[in-house]
């Protein structure tokens, strides 16, 4: 089991940045891939960003370039770096687990942080 919190979210004006963190409740060591998703209203759940334990990333093309995934073994916490934000990457932001266990994985969500681009 893991327990994702998200935080970080709010208001920004268009070309600002925020940062977004996750905190896991237990050592991120043995968690296949960590990675943050985003729903807008009216829209499907999207992925943003993923790092697997082995240190791969893999963004959405809407966002490369602007966004880092990154992670900090010791504080069991991923951030997402989100610079030169755009109306469009307003959405709620869920911060995303897959934990493989033998033939099995399970993926688990955090409860979402808001982030809003607009002046």
């Known amino acids: 089991q893991v327990q994702l919190v998200e935080s970080g979210g709010g208001l920004v004006q268009p070309g600002g940045s925020l940062r977004l963190s996750c905190a896991a409740s237990r050592s991120i060591f043995g968690i296949n891939a960590m990675g943050w998703y985003r729903q807008a209203p009216g829209k499907e759940r999207e992925l943003v960003a993923v790092l697997t334990s082995g240190d791969s990333t893999i963004y959405a093309d809407s966002v490369k370039g602007r966004f880092t995934i990154s992670r900090d073994n010791a504080k069991n916490m991923v951030y997402l770096q989100m610079n030169s934000l755009k109306p469009e990457d307003t959405a709620v932001y869920y911060c995303?687990?897959?934990?493989?266990?033998?033939?099995?994985?399970?993926?688990?969500w955090g409860q979402g942080t808001q982030v809003t681009v607009s002046s």
């Open positions: 995303h687990a897959i934990v493989v266990v033998g033939a099995g994985a399970s993926d688990y």
